[in-house]
């Protein structure tokens, strides 16, 4: 059941003889060493918060989900210079166990009330790097997000979707205050390595929840989409959910199999599914994929998402096909153990885990030779740029051409995405939407980081009074 994919994905393993050991403390002054970079003291700080209705709710993980809150962070340096951060909550996918213990919206007032307190422990801190920053705060952050939520088992997924919009703030102040103006200058030289590709197309990757009828696939492949993210791990008992699934691939197969795309080695469409750990043993997800050979399927599954829960720590590396780790791999430590476990691939959120934690991760990856792509988290316009900038540098992901891959479903969840789309600086820029299932990119976004650099006067005016 080898293919070129699995192939791959193998020999890469193989080959990563040696384990990357260097603590963050060491590259944090690796980091730190380069010269001329400023010393940033943060003396002001603020937020403010926007709550964003769905088209539908949104479900996954035995939760729904009704509106998604953004919320704005400001950071301000002793030069008067400031960099506002925006992040987009998702209480449900980060700790669903939170999300289960609280009405939608006091799940989501706890993740901002952590926000909050994160930005108060900033102020007056002086780093050099926002990595710097990130280690300062994060572990008196995480104890005192223990306590908020009176959950001492709290996900460091919960902290560090809380710390989004704060690392972001700080990313846009440290480039300020180093008159830097493009995302390749803010990164730091120990990760650039991991970063160094810039693609001229990422493809868009849309989502498909478990009601997403057949004919929508299929119209997407005839739009130009041609990885999308489908939802397995099917509500009911571990047998119905089998069943279901087996079904479902089944249609999916009969309707899109045959069809081609020219962005993929062999020609066929590739299969991206996400079980969001709902598959409790390892011979339920062989029975899948049994099922999947049998059917002529197999070849054409490019990767299956956190198929077991994250406590189900067990070697996978005989399983025939490419798992993705996602949620397990809060950090740069988990993704190492995930790969020593028999992950073949790391699903990457700047937008989700901040971009501090998500180049740690990458280069942990990329000294493994493991491959990366970017998901999504359902974020406004402008997260999408910044997880745009980071597909565009991640390598060549297994059987796919040379572009980036990275999951986009904002467009499809959300009531006022067209105005969502007007806070963007750079709405009318062609790399903005989706052309036939890619985002083209050219030089103007790898110039100015798709706008993640520019002034946006919709998130300015929430904080008039503190700009000077």
Not at 309 to 332: F, G, M, Q, R, Y
Not at 439 to 453: A, H, P, Q, S, V
């Amino acid at each position: 059941m080898e293919n070129s994919r699995r192939t791959f994905i193998k020999k890469s393993l193989m080959s990563a003889t040696a384990l990357f050991t260097m603590s963050p403390s060491v590259l944090l002054s690796s980091c730190n060493s380069r010269q001329g970079l400023k010393n940033i003291r943060v003396t002001r700080v603020d937020s403010n918060v926007e709550k964003e209705p769905l088209i539908r709710p949104f479900g996954f993980k035995g939760g729904f989900m009704t509106e998604i809150w953004q919320t704005v962070n400001y950071l301000e340096s002793a030069s008067g210079k400031h960099g506002i951060g925006l992040c987009t909550q998702n209480v449900l996918w980060s700790d669903a166990a939170v999300f289960a213990a609280h009405s939608e919206s006091e799940g989501n007032s706890l993740m901002y009330s952590l926000t909050r307190r994160a930005l108060e422990m900033a102020n007056g801190q002086t780093f050099t790097s926002p990595l710097e920053l990130l280690d300062n705060i994060f572990p008196e952050l995480e104890e005192y997000a223990k306590k908020l939520t009176s959950n001492p088992r709290l996900r460091q997924t919960f902290v560090l979707n809380a710390l989004v919009g704060v690392d972001n703030a700080a990313w846009c102040l440290y480039a300020k205050e180093n008159g830097y103006t493009t995302f390749d200058e803010i990164i730091p030289i120990e990760y650039k390595p991991a970063l160094s590709f810039k693609h001229d197309k990422v493809a868009s990757i849309p989502l498909m929840a478990y009601n997403i009828p057949i004919d929508e696939i299929k119209e997407a492949v005839e739009e130009g989409y041609f990885f999308m993210k489908i939802k397995i791990g099917q509500p009911g008992t571990q047998e119905e959910m089998l069943e279901k699934d087996k079904a479902r691939l089944t249609e999916i197969h009969n309707a899109i199999g045959h069809l081609t795309t020219k962005y993929t080695e062999d020609g066929k469409l590739p299969y991206y599914f996400d079980a969001n750990g709902r598959y409790e043993k390892r011979e339920t997800l062989l029975q899948l994929l049994d099922h999947a050979e049998k059917i002529g399927a197999l070849d054409q599954i490019a990767v299956i998402e956190e198929p077991f829960p994250e406590e189900l720590k067990i070697d996978v590396s005989d399983i025939p096909v490419n798992l993705a780790a996602d949620e397990s791999a809060h950090t740069d430590k988990d993704a190492i153990e995930r790969i020593e476990m028999g992950y073949g691939s790391i699903a990457i959120k700047p937008i989700a885990k901040t971009l501090s934690m998500s180049m740690r991760i990458a280069d942990v990856a990329h000294q493994r030779n493991i491959p990366c792509f970017c998901a999504d988290l359902t974020v406004n316009p402008i997260l999408v740029e910044w997880n745009k900038n980071f597909a565009a540098r991640l390598g060549q992901f297994p059987g796919i051409g040379q572009l980036g891959l990275m999951e986009s479903n904002g467009h499809q969840n959300y009531q006022n995405w067209d105005t969502m789309l007007g806070y963007h600086p750079r709405k009318d820029a062609p790399w903005v939407k989706v052309k036939n299932g890619v985002y083209e990119l050219n030089d103007e976004f790898y110039r100015t980081g798709g706008g993640i650099f520019d002034p946006m006067p919709h998130y300015e005016n929430m904080f008039v009074s503190n700009n000077r």
